[in-house]
């Protein structure tokens, strides 16, 4: 085991994703953690068939191989016009984020109903092979026809937060963090994980 990642009040967080661990780092950073990076080259293989499955699946692993807790969350992009999809295939849908909003916009060219949920999944587990929380938080919105803003990651760019007429690639992270799929299954894990930290 990884030394540096044996300690008590270390929270490590398993994904390779850059827009989303900065994003973690910003939600706990108030929190008497130290947030952590999974090890280079640690990659879970996502064979759940849901949001939930999958973080539970990287949560316990990224857990057992660091010695340490450990909080992953699994997210995505789903289409109600394209039955839910690209759902727990979001990241896989094509090799880049600028390639995946591509492809998503060629297969919405001809639809009207632009209605999308975006979903999180979140779970904390530890060494022993225990999941200690677990929640989800979800936001709706619309899938836009041309990409707006350069803020964020992922489908930011093309995904308008219904009601506020921004995306959330337009926002700054504070407003994002309120409103989207992951600020909101945060809001709901803080309680527990605070109550982990006394
Ligand atoms: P995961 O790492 O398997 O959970 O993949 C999640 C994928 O969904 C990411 O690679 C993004 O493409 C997309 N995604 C999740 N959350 C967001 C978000 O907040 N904004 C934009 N895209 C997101």
């Not at 289409?79 to 060629?106: C, T």
């Not at 929380?133 to 919105?141: N, Q, R, S, T, Y």
Request: hydrophobic fraction near 35%.
């Amino acid at each position: 085991m990884n030394q540096e990642y044996f300690n008590e009040s270390c929270l490590v967080i398993a994904s390779g994703n850059s827009g989303k661990i900065k994003e973690f780092c910003q939600l706990l950073s108030h929190l008497p953690l130290k947030v952590l990076g999974q090890p280079k080259g640690f990659q879970v293989e996502e064979t759940g068939k849901t949001f939930r499955e999958n973080a539970r699946l990287k949560a316990l692993a990224v857990a057992s191989k660091t010695g340490n807790w450990s909080l992953a969350d699994d997210s995505g992009l789903s289409v109600e016009a394209l039955n839910g999809l690209p759902g727990i295939h979001s990241a896989r849908y094509a090799k880049s984020d600028e390639e995946r909003i591509h492809r998503l916009l060629r297969e919405m060219e001809n639809l009207t109903d632009r209605l999308a949920l975006f979903s999180s999944a979140i779970c904390v587990a530890s060494p022993n092979n225990e999941i200690l929380l677990e929640v989800e938080g979800k936001c709706e919105g619309l899938i836009l026809k041309e990409p707006r803003g350069t803020k964020g990651f992922g489908y930011d760019p093309i995904f308008e937060v219904l009601g506020t007429g921004l995306t959330f690639a337009e926002m700054e992270i504070t407003q994002k963090q309120s409103l989207s799929h992951r600020g909101r299954a945060f809001a709901m894990l803080e309680p527990g994980l605070k109550e982990l930290l006394k």
